[in-house]
């Protein structure tokens, strides 16, 4: 590789290993984060990390974040976030039982969701820009609005809990379809993040949002286009949430939204977004998150242990990936 | 400055990773001969916690058997799936969870494994009909009584005698408890009945209709609507909802009659005669009731069964402690694991549990006695 090739590459005018060390150093952090915690608990749990069962329960468990997350990249890339995911996730979950439980029809299940969760990526991505708010702010207002939903939905019951009754709902549960699902996402949003307009320009966005628009980008219509892939994607990691234990509740999905944002972040993703984000900030950053709460527990760390250690590593990584000192958080 | 920076945070992240593989090589995850016993519970700090994990520090060694502790939430299915699965995968032969939270799911994922599973302070009441008779389902241990009935019409009694005339009545969703329904009923048919006879001048006036909290702290506007009140009748949870919100708004002189406990000292210092006198009643379920989920675990992890085991597995109630005064309290905190967190204020001694065993002669009605002897007459007496 030339001098002006290694420029090019490193994007700062220092050539040689160190610049190329210099300009991949948040990858470096997230791989060596992933490597080491695998060595870690594969001595620390005495073996269990890699036994059979343990195997399919971290399948299962990385499937719902992994579609997430690569669906995710797409909003945090312009230095967004969407907080309503959680309970999106709770609404679409409670929806597909009532309709499975009456229909019995999965087809019929989805495409209610999906459409559901394309109209408010719609919803998130435009009314920000319309009235001049922060993406944060409409689904701030989403997440209000659909925990309502899932409280009234559930209270309707007559109980804390609904389950599929007339459906068997445990074949999404099945290790190779997860892969199956998660190889599919991951290859189109590969593709769409790298090759396509919207990946491009919803980087673009990130890195600075006036200059994309100056150049001819129609930055509200992408915006649009990011949440609404967003959106498919939470339709996708509904089902296999469900899947996972054929039942739903008040607060079914609701820690994913932080979840989703420490998987990304652990995966080295700038929350200010912005074009060094990576569609492997999801993938590496989804295995660690697991892996991290998988092995502490197998390893038989306390509790406020591995609170602890999640809180600090958490920090240091959104203090390291932080592109702006202005910016520590997303718009 | 950044260079710095990062370097420190750098650092930050090595001693982090240290300090976590210190304590890693402090667990002992490699005592294969001991029985490995999954808990799972919704809160990770706090009185009860402190107690349970003191409890069953205390009865481990006797028992041979080691414990591990997960958070469950109280409200996602999934996340309480993943903390079985991590259990079942760190070689645990049973779990005792207290949420009844993706049950059926659970209990699939402990026949797969081998693994079984026992309630603690929780009647199960979405999925107990469900799965009381999986085998690998032992039953459950009842944060107090399965019914609501008893506790309503003593608090009914407790209002009638202390000559309260306006009651507030504050509860959370039938939804995630029913039961405080049946407290709220037999509560207002008891007052209905003294009011047939009582004076005009001596008759009880209960809030129309019953206070619903989801789950958040009773609003000021609370007031607004039931002005006259004097005292409340809390099913729910009344220390952490209710009172702060009385003492926000300088309500402390409505007596509260509430379910729950804390060792917290701005709650027991205004307990009965002290202080603002706000609490009248707290009530709290003893950690030594886990003792019946896990004899019934062991049982089963040594092939062994009581001669009277029953046939499906049971909801057993667990005797409570009702705080009714202040020479109670004063017992509670001399007396009860509960406050002190110290074993040697158990209830129930390591060889005592040992004793119900199936495999040291101990029997059901043994083991239903020992979570049902633990009230306050038998605190005072120890």
Redesign the interface.
Known sequence: MGQEAIIKKTGNGQNGFWGLVKSHIFDIFSVLGLI?CVV?FTI???G?LW?A??IS?LI??VC?YMILSLGALFVYSMGFMDVSVGVQLGVYSILMIFILNSTGSMLLAFVTVLVLALLCGAFNGAVAVWLGLPSIVTSLFLMFVFGGIQ?IL??R?????I?VENYDISKFADSKIMILAMVAVGIVVFYAFNFTKLGKYTKSIGANEKTTAQCGVNTTLWKVIAYMMFGVCVAIAAVF?LA????????????YAMDIMLCIILGGMPLSGGMSSKVRCAVIGTLTYVLL??G??????????I?I?KA??FL?IV??TCRDKGKILPR | MKKTLKKIISLALVAVMACSCAALAGCDGGKGEKVKIGIGLYQDQGPAVTATRAFLDGISEELNCEFTYVTLSQTDEAANKTAAQQLISSGCKGMILTMDSATEAILQECEKAGVYLGGYLSDYETSFDKVKNNPNFVGTVVDGRYSGTQWGEEIAERIINEGYKNIGMIKFPSFAFPHQNEMDTAFRAKIEEYNKTAADADKITVQAETTELMFQPLSADYFSANPDIDAIYGMCAGVDFIYPTLTQNNKTNIKLYTAGFSVDDSVLSNFGTSGNGCFQELVFSNVEAITYPLVMILNKIDGEEFSDNPSEAQRVDSSQIRITNNEELDTVKEKSMYYTGKFENSFLSASDVSALLAKNGGTHEDLVKAVQSMAMEDLEAK
């Open positions: 080491l870690i620390t749990s005495n269990n036994n069962y343990n329960i299962e468990t719902g409280y559930i209270e019951t007559g109980s804390n809990m389950s949430l996972r234990t054929g039942s739903a509740g008040k607060g079914t999905g609701s820690t709460s998988n502490l527990t197998l390893s038989g760390v306390d509790i406020q242990t609170h250690i600090v590593i240091a203090l390291l």
